[in-house]
Each structure stands twice: as C-alpha cells, then as structure tokens.
C-alpha cells in the first residue's frame, strides 16, 4: 500500500470520485510546504518553505497507483505531509510537468477545495460553535446574511474541542477524529457573508482556517460546505462561561438534545 497527497482536481468532482473506488481515507486536514497556483483552471504546485498547500492523505494500492500513473499527465514524487496532530508522513505526490512562470494566480490560503468552492455564489456554512447564535449577527448587522437555515448538518469522523487557547479561555474547534461525528447548524449564505465570516473567525490572521467538509443534512441529504478549523492546535483549555452560553444557545433549538446534552457536559467537565 502507499500514501498519496492529493491537493487539487482529485479531491473534488469526478476525478475525486474515480479515485476514492480506490483508495482509503487517512486524513483530509494534512499539509505540505509549498505554494499552489491556479494556471488556467490547473493547479499547480510551488516549492516555498514558507507556505502551506492543504489536502487530503490516502492509502491507495499498487493498481491504483499504476492507474493513476497512465491516466495523469503529471511527474511523481515524494513529499512529507504534516497533520494537525503533529504527525508526519512521506507520502506520493503528482505535481504538473510544465514549467510555468506567467499567467499564475495564487491560490488564497492553499486550499484548491475552498478556492472553487467560493465560486459559488450561494454556499452552505456549518457552524458548531458560537455562530449557532445569532446574537452577534444581529449585533454587527450582518443578521440579514444568515436568515436561511438548512438545518442541522453532521459531519462524520470529527470531534468537537476547545483546541485553540485564547486570552479569552478556548474556543471550539474540530478535529479529525474516527467513529466521532460533530452536529451543527448549517446556513445557506451569499458570498458577501464570506468576509465577515473571515474578519470574525480570525482566518486574516491566521487563528482559523476555511476548509470544506461533506455535511449530511436532515433527511440525509449530503452536501459540501463551509468550515473554519483552528491553524494551530493546543491541548483543551477551558471557554468563558459567556463564550459556552452562545453556544449552548445555538445548539438548543436545532441540533439533537443528546449531542447538545454531550456537549453541556464537555463543557461543564473543563469548567469544573
């Protein structure tokens, strides 16, 4: 079996269906050092030390690499792929055999998945944590952006935590996290509630991250959408009493009184 970094075309549409026939799912919230371009709708990849590339890590076997050898125009190599867990692997790579240096446009935050998806021009958000309030909507008049409720969405093989430290007491987070799931609320949103969303969850300065994830809605309807992830994970640290409020408050109504009660007593464990 052998590891394979995807960062671009095989991770969405057809191409990322073809390959999961194939292959397992190790970690979709892995990174590699280097910068990612789009060049006339292709990714393509950079080394730079100083930037990160985000992706998927998967296990795919000796046919399907081989498969992949005839059906991708591109070179392979081995790269090393970092988690958030603090795990590193030595994985294969397929990166463009071209050597490009015009009509290059950088992808913003590394992550191809987000790039496309913000070509959308309506999106669904997941939010599990304070913004299942609508409270600070309101009170930043941004309120009208987030009238549209799909309801509640789950995300499988993730964990809710209070993983990035703050001076103002931990704030919520998910990780990657197998046999988990995470509830929350899911909104359907204009793409002008994307940099109020940026501005509120640090994602300027570099405290979260946007990542897309596969949510299964109500009724078992399954869509892609909108996250934010901390960049830097820390061991758990307590929330303030306020900052666990608004999240218990906008879980209340939507998400499922079990996951709602898990969550109450997570919180009431760190406070106590």
């Known amino acids: ?45 950079v080394e730079d030390p100083e930037a990160l590339t985000y992706g998927d890590l998967v296990e795919i076997n000796d046919e399907k ?15 090393s792929v970092l988690s958030s867990t603090n795990d590193q692997y030595e994985a294969f790579i397929y990166k463009e055999k071209a050597d490009i240096e015009d009509k290059l446009e ?6 191809w998945k ?4 913000l070509k959308n021009e309506t999106l669904y958000y997941f939010a599990y944590g304070s913004c299942m309030d609508d ?14 409720i799909a309801g509640k969405g789950v995300v499988e093989n ?5 993983t ?4 103002d007491g931990g704030k919520a987070d998910i990780i990657v996290s197998q046999m988990e799931k995470v509830e929350g609320v899911v909104y359907k949103v204009p793409l002008e509630a994307i940099d109020y969303l940026y ?31 901390s960049v830097e994970k820390d061991k758990e640290t307590k929330p303030t009493e306020r900052y666990a409020n608004e999240i218990l408050r906008g879980a209340a109504d939507i998400l499922s009184p079990s996951y709602v009660a898990r969550i109450r007593s997570h919180i009431n464990h760190l406070l106590n």
């Not at 409270?135 to 549209?148: H, P």
């Open 199 to 229: 501005k509120r969850e640090g994602v300027y300065s570099k405290r979260y991250r946007p990542t897309i994830i596969k949510l299964t809605l109500n009724y078992g309807e399954e869509v892609e959408g909108l996250t934010f992830v």
């Open 1 to 45: 079996m052998h590891l394979l970094f995807i960062y671009g075309d095989l991770r969405i549409g057809e191409k990322a269906e073809v390959l999961r026939k194939g292959s397992t799912s190790i970690d979709e919230q892995v990174w590699i050092r280097g910068k990612l371009f789009d060049w006339n709708g292709v990714p393509y990849l």
């Open 158 to 162: 993730y964990g809710f935590r209070f």
């Open 106 to 111: 950088e992808v913003p935050f590394g992550d």
């Open 65 to 79: 690499l081989v498969e992949l050898d005839n059906q991708l125009n591109c070179s392979r190599s081995t790269v």
């Open 135 to 148: 409270n600070r909507f309101k009170m930043a008049n941004v309120d009208q952006y987030f009238t549209s």
């Open 114 to 117: 987000v790039y496309r998806y």
């Open 164 to 167: 990035r430290s703050s001076e």
